[in-house]
């Protein structure tokens, strides 16, 4: 009779671990076209384009892979029961020669069940793991960094899928869990549980395409923020879990696998969430916890006191507080209700999620920048104490086209590349919350955007070497009213404060070696210039003032002249007149003029015209040295007698 009932729990037991693996199998394929759907239709072509659904792909590629894992298992319980099967027919035949061998090589299923039942819950929750942290991640980063919302292609049609989905995958998950009560479907729970997870985010993820219909993507924004909180949760528990499997105490209560969810498990397993709380605390300390009296105490008040807690804390989600510089707009079942912004202060709105305060701060200052990135590869800051044209200075420069100066030989009009940086300040405008919170999505982006149309534009029209001079304070001018003029026709609700222009030179790599030649040319050319018009200033004046003392000499020598002339016209008249009264007493006057003025000096002789019969012989040569008969002894004996 034992044999029999032996035998008939090993095709049992081979009956359910073919069972289980045929059901794990099914519902594996089923999550993994799901899976490959979501991941074609949500995220390659975008179709239905709504993060929420996207984001199903989390519970739905774990239930792939615990599925896989419970059919692994199946396989190996069948295999190990089809063993035993095997072990009683050679014990009835008397066949124990392979039993009685040193290693049983034949009979090696249940060895294999064994480590698999003791390894692979580690490798399925740390691979678990690494696929949420991966995919969320991934969301995370694609958020951040994307453009445009993408918004689905029929909504209706999505919305109609997804829940049909949801649908039978919330009943196949409800069947596992109740299935999971047989001890050998026990690795069915887990599954079970990741099914009607995926089911519920599903149904909430249904909603959300569906409001897209009438226009209301609020929805899509609070479910996927729901959805993503939710798998970090989970994941964070798979670490612990695997990180505390370690140091648990080991008892005779059932072993729970390391990849199976607590958190889900207090919702999704029979029994009630006190039980399961029990259960688990039982499990996790190796005692039965659940039999004190702490327990007994808390077992019966904490529901209520839970109840109160929360009850307390929907209430107080009435008040809302703006702070200063803030303004608030309260919206009931997603609608505004106030004409006019709420200014700072504490106001009372309708408790959540019926209603909603959105604060909007109108004195905070914003600041984008652009031209360049001010992050290396690596992500770091970048903030040079010198800049250079000819040195990177930043990360990833943006390079504009701006105008040259044409030349007569010019065929065409010459442009030139120029590398700039600009930074722009602005903040909401409080007459134009309304448009800046929620007629626009992303209003950095959209201001950048705005920016970078109107510098590009700009820029195509002014010179190159009056931008990077004179005419700097000129173009932040005409930028900062272009910017603040196109926000006002996109009504973005944005008031420019500041448009700053940091740095303008040519690019760094080949322009700016190549620029600062030009450049270097062009102020020895000035400096020749100015050199030339220095000596023309200095030499221009010395010509002038030369030409001038010439002149001025010249006519001097002519006045000269002329009053000489005039003065010897009127002296020989005047001679001219005295010769006419008294002739011979002029020429005697005039002889004896001209030996005193004349003759002074000469030696005189004087000969009598009476004595004509001496002849007198004189030498007029001049003597080498004075003889002592021509000095004069009596000055001489003076000079001595002075000495």
Known sequence: MLKMKFEKEIQLKMDESRQMQNLSMLTGIGALVSCILIFWFGIVKNIVGVDSFSLLVIPYLISTILAFNACILGYL????????????????????????????????????LSNFIKFSPYIVAALNFILITVILLFFWSHWRTRVEIPVPVNPSLAAFMTGLA?????????????????????????????????????????????????????????????????????????????????????????????????????????????????????YQFGFKVSRTWIYGFFEKSMIPLIIAWLSTLWIFTCVSEVAPGEVGVRENFGKIVDLQPLPEGVHFKLPWPFGKMTRIPVNKIQEIIIGADMKNEKGEEISPEVVLWTVQHSGKEERYIVASEKKPNDKETPVSFLSTIFTIQYRAQEDKVYDFAFRNCDIPVFVKSIAEREISKYLA???????????????????????QDSANQMNIGVEIVSV???????????????????ASARQEKEASILNARAYENKTLPYAMAEASKIVKEAETERDNAIRLSEAEMMRFKKQLEAYRIMPEMYKLRTYLDFFEKDCGEVRKIVVGDTDTNNVYIFNFEEKARMDIIDADLGDLSDELNKK
């Open 77 to 112: 319980g069948s295999k190990s029961a089809q063993e035993e099967e095997d072990r009683i027919l050679l014990e009835k035949r008397k066949e124990k020669k392979a039993l009685e061998s040193g290693e049983d090589v034949l009979f090696s299923a249940s060895r294999t």
């Open 461 to 483: 029209s002014v010179d190159l070497l009056k931008l990077m001079s004179i005419e700097r304070g000129k173009a932040v001018t005409d930028l900062f009213k272009n910017i």
């Open 166 to 282: 949801s649908v039978f995958f919330i009943f196949t998950g409800i069947f596992f869990i109740g299935q999971s009560r047989e001890k050998n479907f026990r690795w069915l729970r887990p599954l079970g549980s990741w099914l009607v997870l995926a089911a519920i985010l599903g149904i909430l993820a249904t909603f959300a395409i569906f409001m897209f219909k009438y226009d209301l993507p609020l929805w899509n924004r609070i479910i996927k923020k729901i959805i993503f909180i939710i798998s970090t949760v989970l994941g964070a528990e798979l670490l612990f879990n695997f990180i505390v499997e370690f140091y648990r105490p080991r008892s005779i209560i059932e072993e729970r696998p390391i990849f199976e969810s607590r958190i889900l498990a207090l919702f999704t397993e029979p029994g009630g969430l006190l039980r399961n709380i029990s259960d688990t605390l039982d």
């Open 500 to 518: 700053n222009l940091l740095g303008v030179h040519p690019p760094f790599d080949k322009v700016a070696p190549s620029f600062e030649e030009v």
